[in-house]
């Protein structure tokens, strides 16, 4: 699914960033209903994770409160060039993955 | 008893040009962005926190992808959207010769689509159409509306404003009740907007998707308890063109954000 992913290109060594994270998924609750009285199947984003240059630095769980297409963003000590690798996990087998790539100083 | 009919003559008479004189002048003309919070506008200005921006990368995919039985894509015809597409979503809804009706960039895309790919329509509101409709639409991104300026689309814009005007529903409200005569104003707490439609395919977080203007002006027909014209209606083509005659010259924002 398509993600936007905004990490600064370039940053001094040592320097604090914001990385923010966008991706498309409906987050269906599971608490609604169809016209007919059918509850409509939860399915939504469990989990998501950011590894840089392969180390996990950031974690979190998501919940059926989550709002559609899902907007996380927190910050990272950066010391050394490398990779972000972002993968959101979900319901019935869902995988999701992006990555970016910074230039240290 | 003629006294009272005398005094309900001259209300009438007083009340007429008030109702007739709602019409925005063309320099108080203002997007729906600018009566929402700092939080939404932040949200819609940067493109990496836009949600509408997801489907516009969808589009870009569609647009280069082959489909039917012609197995042709957009890029075949149309070539680089960034070029080939500037400025072209801000002059629809547009007058079509061949049917001889104002048809919605959605419509143009199932045409496009039936014409000359062979290819099965894509349903109103369908994540497909409203990615290819918000990427197209996105290329046209700070061009000023033009729609309605073709001399043929005059009896559509005008058949769009008498709808405007008219009273519907079992709250018996037209359009320019609201949008009119008491943008400014709150309903329920929510701002009351001039009803310009700038951004459209626009992302609306009570809707937690992209949606059409087709799409807006049905929540608003419920809104005051009227029967709901059908997506891709006669009368709902014409009320969308009289709103992008009446937002001329507003630039386009697609894909905007909206509460």
């Known amino acids: ?105 | 008893m003629m006294s009272w009919r005398a005094i309900a003559a001259v209300a009438l008479f007083a009340a007429a040009p008030a109702l007739l004189a709602g019409e925005i002048p063309p320099d108080a003309r203002r997007s729906g962005y600018a009566f929402m919070g700092p939080d939404t506008r932040a949200m819609q200005d940067d493109d990496t926190s836009n949600p509408g921006m997801l489907f516009v990368l969808d589009g870009e995919a569609l647009w280069a992808k082959k489909t039917g039985s012609a197995a042709k894509s957009c890029t075949d015809c149309h070539g680089d959207a960034r070029s080939s597409m500037k400025g072209v979503a801000a002059r629809y809804p547009a007058f079509d010769k061949a049917l001889g009706r104002p048809v919605t960039l959605d419509q143009r895309i199932n045409l496009c689509r039936a014409n000359h790919q062979q290819a099965t329509p894509l349903p109103y509101e369908s994540r497909d159409l409203l990615a290819l409709s918000a990427f197209i639409a996105h290329q046209s991104r700070g061009t000023p509306i033009t729609a309605g300026d073709d001399p043929q689309a005059k009896p559509f814009v005008e058949q769009g404003r008498a709808l405007y005007m008219q009273r519907e529903g079992q709250l018996n409200l037209a359009c320019t009740n609201c949008h009119d005569d008491n943008f400014d104003k709150r309903l329920a707490g929510a701002p009351i907007t001039q009803a310009q439609p700038t951004g459209y395919p626009l992302y609306r977080l009570e809707w937690q998707t992209l949606g059409s203007l087709e799409r807006r002006l049905r929540s608003c027909m419920s809104g005051v308890r009227a029967q709901a014209y059908d997506y891709g209606s006669p009368e709902l083509v014409a009320l969308e063109l009289y709103l992008m005659s009446r937002a001329h010259g507003l630039p386009m924002e697609t894909p905007a954000v909206r509460p």
Do not use: Q
């Not at chain 1, 290109?9 to 209903?33: C, N, P, Q, W, Y």
């Not at chain 1, 963003?73 to 995988?95: M, Q, T």
């Open chain 1, 1 to 105: 699914m398509a993600a936007l992913i905004n990490v600064p290109s370039k940053a001094k060594r040592g320097d604090i960033v914001e990385i923010r994270t966008l991706t498309s998924h409906i987050m269906e609750t599971g608490f609604r209903h169809t016209a007919d009285g059918n509850l409509v199947p939860r399915n939504i984003i469990t989990s998501f994770t950011c590894r840089y240059n392969g180390a996990e630095i950031f974690r979190a769980d998501l919940f059926p409160a989550i709002a559609a297409n899902p907007y996380l963003s927190f910050f990272a000590v950066v010391k050394e060039s490398g990779k972000f690798e972002f993968e959101w996990i979900g319901d019935n087998g869902y995988s999701s993955a992006a990555s970016a790539s910074i230039t240290v100083e």
